[in-house]
């Protein structure tokens, strides 16, 4: 048995394995990043929480738009603009982050389109859990029933694609008081707050067996090859420029100030 199936992984794609534990999500990100631009290899990478709660806003977003920016600069957040699409959130320990970095020829049937990718990956984690909640992909969320655990986002170049996830294995109610209710928000949030919008991954199944039956779903379109988390560190040093940026205390200001005056000149 263990013969034909390492016969049958040959026929697959190969694809790096590489696991951290408390990585800092910016560096997460600029590593994420340059395996994108400059790799030619296909990559996950598991991140099991990072150390320093952050705030991560998609590549377009506005922190007047999107933060509560008093209770930010008050408490020195850290905020950070990554170099994909999609919403904001805030990461701490409880956040299991899962990022795939594919070339679009290893995955058959996958157009190089934000729609096609999202549906992919959907029946992916429907494969993680099946039979676990009521899991659907619903506006690019995975939710379960009406309430999200997992936010997305994306970014596509010539040959290749990066899908990356934000889990809610656990969150602080207190930090959702950084964010503010955003103009552009999915139909079937309803405008509710984010008590009511998002649940935890906790609730449903353990840590450890989440990150277990991702890789396991993930044999079955790829050879995995586990690499060192070590060795890898050097791969995010040298002279590449990185899209994604930390936010500094001025610029954060500067958003407040006009922020207020927006809010001066409507009243």
Known sequence: MGILHEA??????????????GMPILEQLFLEEKLLRTSSDNWCIVNDGTNTPSIVMGLSGKASELLELGFVL?????????FTGGGTVIVD????????????DDVPGVQPYPRSIMSWSGLLYGQVLRGIGDFQLRENDYVFGDRKFGGNAQSITKNRWIHHTSFLWDYEVKNMAYLKLPARAPEYRSARDHSEFICRVKEYLPRSLFVEKTTKALETHFSLQPVNSETIG?????????????LTK???K?????SLESIAHSS
């Open 8 to 21: 049958r992984k040959l026929g697959l794609p190969l694809m790096n394995v590489v696991r951290f534990k």
């Open 74 to 82: 008050r408490d020195e957040v850290p905020v950070i603009r990554r």
């Open 93 to 104: 320990h409880g956040t299991i982050f899962v990022t795939l970095i594919c070339n679009k």
């Open 234 to 246: 050097a791969v995010h040093e040298g002279g590449f420029v990185h899209t994604t940026s930390l």
């Open 250 to 252: 001025q610029e954060l």
């Open 254 to 258: 500067d958003a407040l100030a006009s």
